[in-house]
Structure formats: structure tokens, C-alpha cells
């Protein structure tokens, strides 16, 4: 046997790295909002990155605000088909929701092109014409949010909720301020960090929290 390797069951790995990551945040000193705690924490876990501990935002009652349209089966618009792939779909659709990303849609990619800008923007364009309340995870583009603002300022479209985890360095920080400032329910990463992998993270702890009330 290595030294220094745990040996477990399959099953057992993720609720020990629940446990090494609650050790180390008390370690830390630091004590999460119950509502907010496993959120957090998973997106921790998905990064191994403890700053998400002091870099979530959340708008007033936004766990209770994004759990109900989960429990009414809105639709979820992911930035990246990474994104899409890492949100639990037995889950969402248990609750009658739906996965979107329309990166890849070839009608996307000749509107980007014809304009000249990226696809993430005119992907947000084309879920605004979905039915019903629209949920948003972005964890790619900053350029979706920006875009998501533009549409509340001209009154022609309102998400019913955002959860804003671009990574990157240009235009990301501020991108993420635009939403927090918006007024509309969300969860952002604040800072440059984030990522498909912490959106979808971020959005199964919501899912997974609805499956166990």
C-alpha cells in the first residue's frame, strides 16, 4: 500500500471531501449562512479553491427564489455545452425543467459572425425568446452577461434568475458588478474565478437541495 493514499469505496470519496472541506473552512474560522452553505461548499468542491468561501454573492433570498422556479420546471440556459454537461439532467428533469445552450446552433454562429461578436452574446438573445421564466447559468462568457444587461435596460427581457461565474480577465469582473447591480435574482462568483465546471456545481447544489426537502 502507498503511503499516504486513503483507500475508499467509490461512493465514499465525495462525502470525504465534504468532510476535509468543512474541517478546513472551521479551521479557517469561517461559518457559512445555512442557506447558502452547500452551495458553497460544492462550489469549494468543485474547484478546491476555498476563496469561493468569502467571493459569493447572494441577492436577497436568492436560494428560495432559484429553488422555487426549479421546482417549476423553468429552463435553464447554460453559455457553454460544458456547463450543460456537468448540471444534473435526472434531477432537473424529475422537476419538469429543461437544459439549453445554443453555442453550437448554427443559426447562433452566423448571426456572431455577421456582426462580429462573440456567439455567447447572441445565444442570450435567442433564450430570451424562450417560453416562461428563463434561469440562467453562465461560467464562460462575460460577454453573456453583458449582453443579459443590455436586454433589462431595454426593457425587453428579464431573467428570472442568473448565476454569473465567468473566469477570465477580460471584462469579467465588471460583467459580474453589471449583474449585481441589476436587481435581478442571482448568485455570482465575484472576482476573476469562476467556471463551467462552478456553474453547474452551483446549480446542482440547488437541484440536489430541492431533491432531499
Do not use: W
Not at 459569493?56 to 426549479?70: K, Q
Not at 440556459?77 to 446552433?105: H, P, Q, W, Y
Not at 452574446?121 to 421564466?133: C, E, H, I, T
Request: neutral net charge.
Amino acid at each position: 500500500m502507498i503511503e499516504g493514499i486513503e483507500r475508499l469505496a467509490p461512493m465514499e470519496i465525495e462525502r470525504r471531501s465534504f468532510e476535509i472541506i468543512n474541517q478546513e473552512l472551521a479551521e479557517q474560522g469561517i461559518c457559512l449562512p445555512e442557506d447558502q452553505r452547500e452551495i458553497t461548499i460544492r462550489a469549494i468542491h468543485a474547484s478546491a479553491d476555498f476563496d469561493y468561501a468569502r467571493n459569493m454573492y447572494y441577492s436577497p433570498g436568492a436560494v428560495a427564489i432559484a429553488r422555487d422556479l426549479l421546482r417549476q420546471g423553468t429552463s435553464i440556459v447554460t453559455d457553454t455545452n460544458m456547463a450543460r454537461a456537468g448540471i444534473s439532467k435526472k434531477s432537473l428533469e424529475a422537476l419538469g425543467g429543461r437544459l439549453c445552450c445554443f453555442m453550437a446552433d448554427a443559426d447562433v454562429a452566423a448571426r456572431a459572425a455577421a456582426l462580429g461578436i462573440t456567439r455567447a452574446a447572441v445565444s442570450m438573445d435567442k433564450a430570451a425568446r424562450l417560453p416562461g421564466p428563463v434561469f440562467f447559468a453562465v461560467g464562460n462568457a462575460p460577454t453573456a452577461l453583458v449582453r443579459l444587461r443590455e436586454l433589462m435596460d431595454e426593457g425587453t427581457f428579464a431573467p428570472a434568475f442568473i448565476v454569473a461565474a465567468p473566469v477570465g480577465f477580460v471584462n469579467v469582473v465588471r460583467s459580474k458588478e453589471l449583474i449585481m447591480e441589476s436587481g435581478v435574482p442571482c448568485i455570482v462568483c465575484r472576482g476573476r474565478k469562476g467556471g463551467s465546471t462552478v456553474a453547474a456545481a452551483i446549480v446542482n447544489a440547488l437541484l440536489y437541495g430541492i431533491k432531499r426537502v
